[in-house]
């Protein structure tokens, strides 16, 4: 019994350990928020793309919408 709770054990914490770390191409060992971190930057970068845009459609349908109405 004491056998099988070691295998147990010690296929848990392999799979725990891999839940939490990844091994990069050039062999390095990065953590699972490491690689997280960088998917949250690049979609908080496209996110502020995004918003900059928008601002810079509403600021030109503002900016026309003045000189239409002073002409």
């Not at 799979?15 to 979609?43: H, M, N, Q, T």
Request: contains cysteine.
């Amino acid at each position: 019994a004491a056998v099988v709770a070691v295998a147990h054990f010690s296929r848990f914490s392999d799979l725990l350990l891999r839940s939490w770390c990844y091994l990069s191409a050039d062999g390095k060992v990065l953590l699972k928020p490491e690689i997280f971190g960088e998917a949250v930057k690049r979609r908080r970068a496209k996110m502020r793309l995004r918003d900059l845009r928008a601002n810079a459609r509403i600021s030109s349908i503002f900016a026309w919408s003045l000189l239409l109405r002073n002409c």
